[in-house]
């Protein structure tokens, strides 16, 4: 028998099957088929049974992200902010230069008449002189301005107007708390005003009529005349031109 053959007989070739009490012939061929795919069947559900087990094991041991905060106390305190005021001018406005001096608790009054210490009084006229509350009350062989170490009425008009001007009580008398604000660089310059009378007015008229700004003689009082003199100088000399003669004005007049 030839291969052809052969397989013919194998495609036709029957089986008996016995379910229950009857008999049945079943085609070899579609038994064989039908084994081949219940095999495959079968396989199939065992391969995705496995794969899903698989994948679920993977899931539960796989870790789970997890961020940690770390907090790190800091001790730095924020920085501060200080606001720096300003500053406002005004005309011919000149910080006096002076070294403010300790004052000991025993310090006597400096007043006139009074046993005054020598060295504090020269201290105290040469401070009224730098704000020009006062002139110099003496001068050298060569014309140069001193103070002196007596404290008269000069000195206590000066004194009581440079009180009036720092708003201090006006005595006329240096006590430590005139003392104090005197020698301190606080202290308020002196500005003359019309109306004002004093010692540094009539300095300040006699050189307005040495130069020609001002007829007449000195008298000591700022009148009307001397206020318009006083603006004639400033005017000729590139100043604030409001007839009142600050610490600018003062220097250009008296030379110190």
Do not use: W
């Not at 070739?13 to 084994?35: D, E, H, N, Q």
């Not at 007829?215 to 009307?224: E, L, M, Q, V």
Request: include cysteine.
């Amino acid at each position: 028998m030839n291969a052809d053959t052969q397989n013919t007989s194998l495609m036709d070739k029957y089986i008996k099957i016995r379910l229950g009490g009857s008999a049945y012939r079943v085609r070899l061929m579609t038994l064989l088929l039908f084994a081949a795919a219940a095999i495959i069947l079968i396989a199939a559900i065992l391969i995705l049974a496995f794969s899903g087990s698989c994948s679920h094991k993977e899931a539960e041991a796989a870790p789970s992200p997890s961020v940690n905060v770390t907090f790190v106390p800091t001790d730095t305190p924020a920085a501060e902010v200080t606001a720096t005021p300003e500053a406002s001018a005004t005309p011919e406005a000149v910080e006096p230069t002076a070294t403010p001096e300790a004052v000991s608790s025993d310090f006597k009054t400096i007043e006139v008449g009074g046993t005054n210490d020598a060295e504090t009084v020269k201290k105290i006229q040469q401070r009224l002189v730098d704000l020009h509350y006062m002139p110099y009350p003496e001068t050298d062989s060569t014309g140069k301005g001193t103070v002196t170490s007596l404290y008269g009425s000069m000195c206590a008009k000066a004194v009581t107007k440079f009180q009036e001007r720092n708003g201090l009580k006006e005595t006329g008398k240096c006590d430590q708390e005139t003392y104090n604000k005197l020698m301190s660089d606080k202290a308020t310059a002196y500005s003359m005003k019309e109306k004002d009378k004093l010692d540094i007015v009539k300095a300040v008229q006699e050189v307005l009529i040495k130069k020609g700004y001002l007829k007449g003689s000195a008298t000591g009082y700022c009148g009307t005349d001397t206020v318009a003199a006083v603006k004639s100088f400033q005017k000729a000399n590139n100043l604030t031109v409001d007839g009142v003669a600050g610490t600018k004005t003062l220097q250009l007049l008296l030379g110190y």
